[in-house]
């Protein structure tokens, strides 16, 4: 009788099991694709910087009206300045990919605003390979370059950044661009950046906070040209905490400080790359290559 109760119990078992295998096996392949995209920045902790991100996610809704966009911001200090400033939460890359994974999400297009591919750029390609790699989630992640990726973005970023030039600047009056600058081998990409920018404006300069040209070389650089007028325009995608300090500030150690007690007049421009549609455009076009990509792996 042992024997009897025991053999019932394993063929209803057996039962059950090949009544719910046909279900199971076919939830995966019956499923539509659902796709994301993912816009990661550095990010800022100035509200009125954000108009530079809004313009973007303008530009990214038109380009791909039926996709859900999500946001993550990649700098670790300003999640959470922004969460005890202002009690609300933005996700890091890792956060918002696993979330869309948990919200169905099979197939993301993620895309670097960074300027370029530095180290939070880096960062983000490592997490992105991470998430190929899940068991479960998202199927497919894909990643867009950063603004400065290759040689073609160099000559179509230049041409963009010229057209950004205030319209009252005269031709013997130099442009300076503050880029952020790294210690990561990427901050070639500003010299290289120079070097594509002189060919079109030879009053154009590019310059760094963190790394090379230096603020020095820049004036170096002025003083040469006899350049007695100088703008200051940010090379970062939102006209944040450096823009607004570090180059624009009155500190005696910002640019324009510097710059003035040089013997120039200064003007300042506070809009981020972001906020130009030019800049803006070629994102997108990084985007596109990324989204097409979600259906070729």
Same mark, same amino acid.
């Given at each position: 009788?042992?024997?009897?109760?025991?053999?019932?119990?394993?063929?209803?078992?057996?039962?059950?099991?090949?009544?719910?295998?046909?279900?199971?096996?076919?939830?995966?392949?019956?499923?539509?694709?659902?796709?994301?995209?993912?816009? $990661?920045?550095?990010?800022?902790?100035?509200?009125?910087?954000?108009?530079?991100? !809004?313009?973007?996610?303008?530009? @990214?809704?038109?380009?791909?009206?039926?996709?859900?966009?999500?946001?993550?911001?990649?700098?670790?200090?300003?999640?959470?300045?922004? *969460?005890?400033?202002?009690?609300?939460?933005?996700?890091?890359?890792?956060?918002?990919?696993? *979330?869309?994974? !948990?919200?169905?999400?099979?197939?993301?297009?993620?895309?670097?605003?960074?300027?370029?591919?530095?180290?939070?750029?880096?960062?983000?390609?490592?997490? @992105?390979?991470?998430?190929? !790699?899940?068991?479960?989630?998202?199927?497919?992640?894909?990643?867009?370059?950063?603004?400065?990726? *290759?040689?073609?973005?160099?000559?179509?970023?230049?041409?963009?950044?010229?057209?950004?030039?205030?319209?009252?600047?005269?031709?013997?009056?130099?442009?300076?661009?503050?880029?952020?600058?790294?210690?990561?081998?990427?901050?070639?990409?500003?010299?290289?950046?120079?070097?594509?920018?002189?060919?079109?404006?030879?009053? =154009?300069? #590019?310059?760094? #906070?963190?790394?090379?040209?230096?603020?020095?070389?820049?004036?170096?650089?002025?003083? =040469?040209?006899?350049?007695?007028? $100088?703008?200051?325009?940010?090379?970062?995608? $939102?006209?944040?905490?450096? =823009? *607004?300090?570090?180059?624009?500030?009155?500190?005696?150690?910002?640019?324009?400080?510097?710059?003035?007690?040089?013997?120039?007049? $200064?003007?300042?421009?506070?809009?981020?790359?972001?906020?130009? !549609?030019?800049?803006?455009?070629?994102?997108?076009?990084?985007?596109?290559?990324?989204?097409? =990509?979600?259906?070729?792996?």
């Amino acid at each position: 009788m042992t024997f009897g109760r025991t053999f019932r119990w394993l063929a209803l078992l057996l039962l059950l099991l090949s009544l719910s295998m046909p279900a199971f096996a076919g939830h995966g392949s019956t499923d539509a694709p659902k796709k994301g995209i993912l816009l $990661v920045a550095f990010g800022t902790t100035v509200p009125e910087a954000r108009a530079a991100f !809004d313009n973007i996610e303008k530009a @990214v809704r038109k380009a791909f009206p039926d996709t859900e966009i999500r946001w993550a911001y990649s700098a670790r200090q300003v999640r959470h300045t922004i *969460r005890e400033n202002e009690g609300a939460t933005m996700l890091s890359p890792a956060a918002a990919l696993a *979330r869309m994974g !948990d919200e169905g999400f099979t197939e993301v297009a993620v895309q670097s605003l960074h300027t370029i591919p530095g180290s939070e750029y880096s960062d983000l390609q490592r997490t @992105v390979a991470a998430f190929r !790699d899940m068991p479960k989630g998202t199927r497919t992640v894909t990643l867009g370059e950063a603004l400065l990726s *290759r040689p073609h973005d160099m000559e179509a970023a230049v041409q963009a950044i010229v057209s950004t030039f205030p319209t009252q600047r005269k031709a013997d009056e130099a442009v300076v661009l503050m880029g952020h600058g790294t210690h990561h081998p990427a901050n070639i990409y500003y010299p290289g950046l120079q070097y594509y920018l002189g060919k079109v404006d030879p009053n =154009a300069l #590019v310059g760094t #906070v963190e790394g090379v040209p230096t603020l020095d070389d820049i004036v170096a650089a002025l003083k =040469a040209r006899s350049v007695h007028t $100088v703008w200051l325009m940010p090379l970062m995608s $939102v006209a944040g905490d450096h =823009a *607004r300090n570090d180059m624009a500030g009155p500190e005696p150690d910002s640019w324009k400080s510097i710059l003035e007690k040089a013997g120039f007049t $200064v003007h300042t421009v506070l809009k981020g790359t972001g906020e130009y !549609d030019a800049v803006v455009d070629i994102w997108v076009h990084h985007l596109r290559t990324a989204f097409d =990509a979600l259906d070729k792996q």
